[in-house]
């Protein structure tokens, strides 16, 4: 008898079944809520597969986003150093101009009625033809930072001299035109001195002289042509091979003249103090580099003559400053505007000094080179 009603009853339960997989799904909302609730759950004798809740989705994504990111290999010190100088290659390159206008005036090392010395930052020129964002195009901007942002300011700013791309340190801008000429005309006669620190690869011999080579520009041949600076010397070794001859000098060769100081030397590199008494493209680069064949770090231009590729590394500094040869090409050319003095001007003398930029400083620590206290330096 109970066996008789549990089989009507599962034939009741079966023919329920049936009847309301027959009927109308429901329209309204409530009643679909209603359905989806009493659909059989994952792993039922159905085998259907259950539909992705948006509750279900939503908490599938919070557990990816909690879980630990240590399935990634963490970075070498390599690959972090690597990181660090393509970020900084790239810092302050295609930025908005009023991002990089409040960069220079946090900058500002010094600034009187006639003059302002900022700290140019690596990378950014000082003018560029394309329309980029160089320090030319920032200057309204921030002639109108330096006077508060006042409405009616009609200051403006000019560049003074000339500062590479890659060249970081202290730059020179004058209030007006008149006064730019005015400084163009003292730096003429030798009374506008600047002082340059550069870190390169080998120890000049003897550790201070003076480099007076003549620099012209060549053309480099080969797979890929282009144009270099390159040495014009006007002496060249005798026929005897016992004495060296004067020869007519080039007339597009342009007279170049630079002062150089070993501070400090370790690791096989050194850190330089350079004083060019002329104006020459490239000349502190190229008398370093084809002059005393110590190239600067990062000089990818002026350490292979014959061709155009990152310069060429030994493996004690490779090691020493953390990477790769095939990674080198991020490394940055070691150029610091150091120290910049106007002599004879109607005031007391202007003399200000750079700090050091944080890559420079990592690099000096990274070859154990050491550079003078404040006090000491001249």
Same mark, same amino acid.
């Given at each position: 008898? !109970? ?78 150093? =690597? ?39 690596? /990378?950014?020129? =000082?003018?560029? *033809? ?25 200051? +403006? ?29 003292? !730096? ?13 690869? #080998? =120890?000049?011999?003897?550790?201070? /002289? ?6 012209? &520009?060549?053309e480099v041949t080969g797979s890929r042509p282009h144009y ?8 060249? @070794?005798? *026929?005897? $091979?016992? #004495? @060296? ?6 007339? +597009? ?29 490239? +000349?502190?680069?190229?008398? @370093? ?8 770090? #990062?000089?990818?231009?002026?350490? *292979?003559? !014959? ?11 490779? &090691? ?14 070691? =150029? ?7 002599? $004879?001007?109607?005031?007391? *003398? ?11 400083? +990592? ?16």
């Amino acid at each position: 008898m !109970n066996s008789c009603r549990r089989l009507a009853c599962s034939d009741f339960n079966s023919g329920l079944t049936i009847a309301f997989s027959r009927v109308k799904p429901p329209t309204n909302s409530r009643s679909r809520s209603n359905a989806a609730a009493a659909k059989p759950a994952t792993g039922s004798d159905t085998g259907e597969k259950p539909r992705l809740r948006a509750i279900d989705l939503a908490q599938k994504v919070q557990q990816e986003k909690s879980k630990p990111q240590s399935e990634e290999p963490p970075l070498s010190g390599q690959q972090k150093r =690597v990181m660090e100088l393509k970020r900084f290659s790239l810092q302050l390159q295609h930025v908005h101009p009023n991002v990089l206008a409040k960069h220079l005036h946090r900058g500002v090392l010094y600034q009187d009625k006639d003059v302002v010395v900022i700290n140019k930052p690596y /990378g950014v020129p =000082v003018r560029d *033809d394309n329309g980029a964002t160089s320090i030319s195009s920032v200057l309204p901007v921030l002639s109108k930072m330096m006077d508060g942002m006042k409405i009616k300011s009609d200051s +403006q700013l000019f560049p003074c001299l000339k500062l590479e791309k890659e060249t970081t340190g202290a730059f020179m801008l004058a209030r007006s035109e008149k006064i730019v000429e005015h400084i163009l005309n003292l !730096n003429r006669n030798n009374q506008v001195q600047r002082k340059y620190w550069v870190i390169t690869v #080998g =120890v000049p011999v003897p550790s201070q /002289g003076v480099i007076d080579i003549p620099i012209i &520009e060549r053309e480099v041949t080969g797979s890929r042509p282009h144009y270099k600076m390159a040495l014009s010397p006007l002496f060249r @070794m005798n *026929d005897a $091979g016992d #004495g @060296m001859t004067k020869v007519r000098a080039h007339r +597009q060769a342009h007279p170049a003249v630079t002062k150089y100081r070993v501070l400090d030397s370790s690791s096989g590199c050194s850190l330089v103090e350079l004083q060019p008494f002329t104006g020459v493209k490239h +000349q502190m680069r190229v008398h @370093m580099a084809l002059a005393l064949t110590c190239p600067i770090l #990062g000089d990818h231009k002026y350490s *292979d003559w !014959n061709k155009l590729a990152p310069q060429k590394l030994p493996e004690r500094v490779l &090691e020493k400053l953390g990477l790769e040869q095939r990674k080198i090409r991020y490394l940055p050319l070691h =150029v610091l505007a150091r120290q910049m003095m106007l002599l $004879g001007t109607n005031r007391a *003398d202007i003399s200000v000094s750079c700090p050091l930029p944080k890559y420079f400083i +990592q690099t000096l620590n990274r070859l154990h080179l050491t550079f003078p206290d404040e006090k000491d330096y001249k």
